[in-house]
C-alpha cells in the first residue's frame, strides 16, 4: 500500500512539474502553466500574427514590429483559430517612449482605427492588474462578426526590461476562465 501511494505521488509530482514551463524574459525566469487539454503549437500561428501585423500598420509613433521573440503559442484544438494563447516579448522602445499606460493607450486607438476600417465593431476596454507583483494592462476586445463573435485579450506588461505580451483569441466563457486563470497563476523570479 505504502509502495502504492508513493508511485503515486511521484506521478502527481512529475505531472505538475511537467505541465510548468520556465521562460526566460531577458533576465527574468517566467512560470507559466498551460491549461490543462491545451497543447503546444508547433506551427505558431504564423498566419494569425502576420494578418495581425498587417491589419496594425499605423500612422502614430508606434513601433508595432520591433524585435520580437516567440515564447509559445498554445492551442485547444488543431487548426482551429479559437481558444489559442500566444506569448512572446520584445523590446521596451514603446513603453520606454510613452511610458506604459500611454503605450496601452496609443495601442488601443489603432484598435479602434483598424476595426472601424474593416466596419468590424467592438468593444474594447483596457485594465491595469499585478500578476505575481507585475503592473499589467489588459486590453479587452469583444468582437461582433457576422461568422463568430470571440474575445481577444492582450496581456501587457515591461518585465526584465522587455515588453512581455500574451495574447488570448476566446470564443466560449469556459476556455476564457481556463486560459485567464492559467495566465493569473504566472510567477516571476
Known amino acids: 500500500m ?112 483598424k476595426y472601424k476600417e474593416l466596419e468590424t465593431p467592438i468593444n474594447i476596454t483596457k485594465e491595469k492588474i499585478q500578476i505575481d507583483g507585475k503592473v499589467f494592462y489588459v486590453i479587452k476586445n469583444i468582437i461582433s462578426n457576422p461568422e463568430k463573435n470571440y474575445t481577444t485579450y492582450m496581456y501587457i506588461g515591461e518585465i526584465g526590461n522587455k515588453e512581455l505580451q500574451i495574447t488570448t483569441v476566446i470564443d466560449n466563457p469556459i476556455d476564457e476562465k481556463l486560459i485567464t486563470q492559467s495566465i493569473l497563476n504566472s510567477k516571476f523570479k
Open 2 to 113: 505504502k509502495k502504492n501511494i508513493l508511485i503515486i505521488s511521484l506521478f502527481l509530482i512529475a505531472n505538475s512539474i511537467f505541465a510548468q514551463k520556465v521562460y526566460k524574459v531577458n533576465s527574468v525566469s517566467w512560470i507559466y502553466e498551460k491549461p490543462e487539454k491545451y497543447f503546444y503549437q508547433t506551427d505558431n500561428f504564423s498566419e494569425i500574427v502576420n494578418l495581425g501585423e498587417s491589419l496594425l500598420n499605423n500612422e502614430k509613433n508606434l513601433n508595432l514590429n520591433p524585435d520580437e521573440d516567440l515564447l509559445f503559442s498554445i492551442t485547444k484544438e488543431e487548426n482551429i483559430n479559437f481558444n489559442i494563447i500566444i506569448s512572446s516579448y520584445l523590446s521596451n522602445n514603446n513603453i520606454k517612449t510613452f511610458g506604459l499606460d500611454e503605450y496601452i493607450t496609443e495601442l488601443i486607438n489603432v484598435f479602434k482605427e
